[in-house]
Every structure is written in structure tokens, then in C-alpha cells.
């Protein structure tokens, strides 16, 4: 398996623009979580999905932020618009509930809004 | 509720001298424990878990942790520090619920 993949692995965009960020978890986990890194704040939370559905979107920061998870094997975060305490890595990361439940991270999106 | 805590923020070893990197927890009932590697630019990867059995687990290069009921503990080991395990760790910790809860993370510098 190719691992989780996220794209696209780095964005600069204009402060109030919309932003969607992809991630594509690793195949047969039922379980999918968006988290930020920052310095600042560290390793942030965002929404939790299983089996596709939403859990857990206490960590979403308002409501510029929106997630998605159509399928198994597709999510989006979106943010609209963006602003520029926004800058940060997002992370996606997939794995079993139910099964050993570590998770395993994609290589994160750098997100700089200017 | 549950929480974890990595009550150092940078470890400092020279190579070839055993670390330790030091995680505390609170959960209610039996927790699954684990430990993440996250080098610079790249996402956390995943090197060894507790959830049930023998106290000390053995994880990827070379890494172990012993869980301690008692001290609420996992501390994550390694004998023998390469310049190369520098990084960030986390430690995380999961109870009842299905969403893990993450420390804050311990930056390991390994000294040539």
C-alpha cells in the first residue's frame, strides 16, 4: 500500500481565498482524522470520520472550516476563506477502530496564507 | 477524560549512550499506548503501541517501552542513541474512547 496520501504537499494562497486540501487514506481503514501543526499550538484535532461519517468536529476552529468524506477513500478539508492564522501543516491520517488503532499520518500540506 | 503528558520538552544524549523519553498518562480503564516518530517535513510515523500483555514492547529501530501501571507510565527506550533517531516524539494515549489523545511532544537531539 502507498500509505496515505495527501495532496497537494504545499499551498500559498491570498488571505480570503478558498482552500481544499486532499487526503487519501490507506485501504480497508475505517477511520480517517485531519489534524494542524503548528509551533504554536502543536498537534491539533481538527474532525474525526468512521465508516465516512463525522464524529467528532469539536476541534473544527469555526465555521470557515469544513470536511468531507464521500467514500472510503477520499476526504476534503476546506477552509473559506482562508485566513492567515490558518498557516499551518494539515495533517490526515487513516486507521482500523476496532482493530490495534494506531493511526497512520500522510506527509501533511503546507499551507501559507499571505 | 484522558490525557497525557511529555514533561520534557527537549532530551539532549550523546551517541551511543542510552535515552529515555519520558510520557505519563490518564485514562479510565485499560489504555492502548503509543509512541510516534515524526522527522523534520514528514508526517508522524508510527513505532510501537501497548494494548495488552508483556510490559515491555519492542517497536522499529531499535526502540522499546515499558509500560508501569502503577506510575501511569511509557516511557519510550533505546540502548544505544544514533545521531539519526533525532526528532520529535509523541506519545499518545487512548481509553474508552475511539480518538486517541496526543502529548505535546519531546524533541530528542542525539549529539555526534
Known amino acids: 500500500d502507498a500509505g496515505v496520501i495527501q495532496s497537494p504537499r504545499h499551498e500559498v494562497t491570498e488571505m480570503g481565498q478558498e482552500v481544499t486540501l486532499r487526503c487519501k487514506p490507506i485501504?480497508?481503514?475505517?477511520?480517517l482524522f485531519w489534524y494542524r501543526q503548528t509551533m504554536m499550538r502543536g498537534l491539533e484535532l481538527l474532525i474525526y470520520f468512521n465508516n465516512n461519517v463525522p464524529i467528532d468536529d469539536s476541534g473544527m476552529p469555526e465555521d470557515r472550516f469544513s470536511a468531507k468524506m464521500p467514500n472510503a477513500s477520499f476526504s476534503t478539508l476546506k477552509i473559506q476563506p482562508s485566513e492567515p492564522r490558518d498557516s499551518a501543516v494539515y495533517f490526515c491520517?487513516?486507521?482500523?477502530?476496532?482493530?490495534?488503532?494506531?493511526?497512520?499520518f500522510g506527509p501533511g500540506t503546507r499551507l501559507t496564507v499571505t | 477524560a484522558q490525557s497525557v503528558a511529555q514533561p520534557e520538552d527537549q532530551v539532549n544524549v550523546a551517541e551511543g549512550n542510552p535515552l529515555t523519553v519520558k510520557c505519563t498518562y490518564s485514562v479510565s480503564g485499560n489504555p492502548y499506548l503509543f509512541w510516534y516518530v515524526q522527522y523534520p517535513n514528514r508526517g508522524l510515523q508510527f513505532l510501537l503501541k501497548?494494548?495488552?500483555?508483556?510490559?515491555l514492547v519492542k517497536g522499529s529501530y531499535g526502540f522499546e517501552a515499558e509500560f508501569n501501571k502503577s506510575q501511569t507510565s511509557f516511557h519510550l527506550k533505546k540502548p544505544s542513541a544514533l545521531v539519526s533517531d533525532s526528532a520529535l516524539y509523541f506519545c499518545a494515549v487512548k481509553g474508552g474512547s475511539y480518538i486517541p489523545t496526543f502529548g505535546r511532544g519531546t524533541s530528542l537531539i542525539v549529539h555526534p
Open positions: 491520517a487513516s486507521s482500523f477502530v476496532g482493530g490495534s488503532y494506531e493511526q497512520y
Open positions: 485501504s480497508g481503514h475505517n477511520s
Open positions: 501497548y494494548i495488552t500483555g508483556d510490559n
